[in-house]
């Protein structure tokens, strides 16, 4: 049966990125033998300005009857003031949860082309390759309760952090099953010395890696955990942890490869249904000038093929080229450093270039 991918262009650089991931669908589709039809729907600002509503129903309604999603970016100063239920972060928000969207996957690579674009000395970043696997759906950003409040004649803003023994359970036995994959070591970070939640958080993931006796599994809180992805990297493999620890340590791994621009994220529910998006943001003050760097879209289409569709061979075939176009000298404005740098169309237009060459 042909694979429905919705494809979700979002807002600020979002379109411009999609659209160069869209192409290499469409290789993939046309030369390649992926049996896939797509499909675009709107979201976040975007959906706001059409309808009101930062999610729309039909969009809903089209990311269930699909079994892969796409997104570019949401968000922008635009709807910064709109109530927080028009505001296009919540439509993301909402998408997630209303699809069971709860093991968050972020792989750090380093391309080696790119290892003096790092912020970090090249033989401290050498062969990074680390995984980032963040619970989705629960945690700080959706407890309830939450909002704000008047206390002592002054406002208070409050928000629950909460997990559920069940909530870490499953995420854990993702990072579990992954690490098998990959070197068969996990970190848990979390906030035990601190945090109830990351006493229990702790406590379950120990119960849960007794289940997996070939994967080697230690804690860390997550203050030492940022310190250390900065200081020495290749001493991870998979980092598991809560939404908010996750969210704000991805970034940092960002910074390892040189540029946010660089790394593909994968949303996956039970059945590996996936939202498939760049970690970065719809960076507005760049949007419409050609200048975004659209690899960690193209890397997420990747992600999609390898997870969703399980199809490694094209997902390593999108990867190759993405390498093979990098080794060339072509670099966008985050990762030229002092170098000429090219346009979000002319990066895309090499990693397509690429994919044909190699398919003929």
Known sequence: MSKRILLLPGDGIGPEILAEARNVLEVLIGEHGLDATLQEAPVGGAAVDACGDPLPADTLELARAADALLLGAVGGPAWDQHPRHQRPETGLLRLRAGLGLF??????????????????????????????????????????????RESDGQRQGFNTLVYSESEIERIAHVAFRAARERRKAVCSVDK?????????????????????????????????????????????????????????????????????GMLPSASLDANRKGLYEPIHGSAPDIAGKDVANPLATILSVALMLRYSFAEPDMATYVEQAVSFALSTGLRTADIAGEEESVGTAAMGEAVVAAMLAFQH
């Open 192 to 260: 035990a010395n601190v945090l109830e939640s990351s006493e229990l958080w702790r406590e379950v993931v120990s119960r849960v890696g007794g289940e997996y006796p070939d994967v080697a599994l230690r804690h860390m809180y997550v203050d030492n955990a940022a310190m250390q992805l900065v200081r020495d990297p290749s001493q991870f493999d998979v980092l598991l942890t809560g939404n908010m620890f996750g969210d704000i340590l991805s970034d940092i791994a960002a910074t390892l490869t040189g540029s946010i």
């Open 103 to 148: 093991a968050n996957l972020r792989p750090a690579l380093l391309h080696a082309p790119l290892a003096s674009a790092s912020t970090l000395r090249p033989e401290v970043v050498e062969g990074l390759d680390l995984l980032i696997v963040r619970e989705l759906t629960g945690g700080i950003y959706f407890g309830e309760p939450r909002g704000i």
